[in-house]
């Protein structure tokens, strides 16, 4: 069965401070996708980015970049230079075809990021 | 409007009342989705919908009774709750390509903060 594994729970850090959060996967697929999504006070859950599982680049958004890498079954997510706009809850999620038709997410516990001034 | 909205935005219901929670997307979408967020747990898939047609209840008690009339609305008709309910339920969409699996990103509404007394 698919399950995503955010060991952090809660993360505080100084302002302008680099920051990883990390997401680890299970999945016996082979073709799978994750996602991070950031969920603000506000509570509204913003989507950041989806990777397949057949493209292992890296990528970078301005302050933020993902790497995937499958040898470990990480996704884990940097922001550099934090700012206090980034203080949220992130959750990593992997959508694999064991969950059947739609896009049916499997959410990890999300980590609580504090970014203090 | 745009995205994914959400009405109420938050609501306080004894266990013997009778409420409604409303969804309505302006993406175009074809899938919509009802999730339940509590403190210090994962998300939890409710219910799925695809072209107006419910292909996923996730075990959800019968308190708890979904609705989607056409494929930008969805309502969670709710009745006789407990306590135990009281949470964040987030209503999101998704455009789903095909009848297998889709990995596509969902996109999120702000939720409706329930309190059962």
């Known amino acids: 069965a698919q399950k995503v594994t955010q060991a952090q729970t809660e993360i505080s850090v100084v302002e302008k401070e680099d920051v990883t959060l990390d997401c680890v996967y299970e999945?016996?697929?082979?073709?799978?996708?994750l996602f991070w999504y950031k969920q603000p006070p506000s509570g509204e859950l913003v989507f950041l980015i989806r990777?397949?599982?057949?493209?292992?680049q890296n990528e970078i958004s301005g302050r933020y970049s993902w790497n995937f890498q499958k040898s470990t079954s990480s996704f884990n997510f940097t922001i550099t230079a934090s700012q206090v706009v980034d203080s949220a809850v992130y959750f990593c999620?992997?959508?694999?075809?064991?969950?059947?038709?739609?896009?049916?997410?499997?959410f990890g516990k999300g980590i609580t990021l504090s970014v203090r001034p | 409007e745009t995205g994914v909205t959400q009405t109420p935005r938050h609501l306080v219901m004894g266990m013997t009342n009778k409420k409604s929670l409303k969804c309505e997307q302006h993406?175009?979408?074809?899938?919509m989705y009802w999730y339940k967020q509590s403190a210090k747990k994962p998300l939890e898939l409710m219910f799925v919908?695809?072209?107006?047609?419910?292909?996923e209840n996730n075990s959800v008690p019968s308190r708890f009774s979904p609705e989607c009339p056409n494929s930008s609305h969805l309502f969670l008709h709710l009745h006789t709750l407990q306590p135990e309910d009281s949470a964040l339920y987030l209503c999101?969409?998704?455009?789903?390509?095909?009848?297998?699996?889709?990995?596509?990103?969902?996109?999120f509404g702000p939720g409706t903060r329930l309190t059962v007394l």
């Open positions: 999101a969409s998704s455009q789903e390509t095909s009848a297998t699996s889709s990995y596509n990103e969902q996109f």
């Open positions: 999945t016996r697929d082979t073709t799978y996708y």
């Open positions: 990777r397949n599982s057949f493209d292992e």
């Open positions: 999620a992997l959508s694999d075809s064991t969950t059947g038709a739609n896009s049916k997410l499997t």
């Open positions: 993406l175009g979408h074809n899938a």
């Open positions: 919908y695809n072209f107006k047609e419910q292909t």
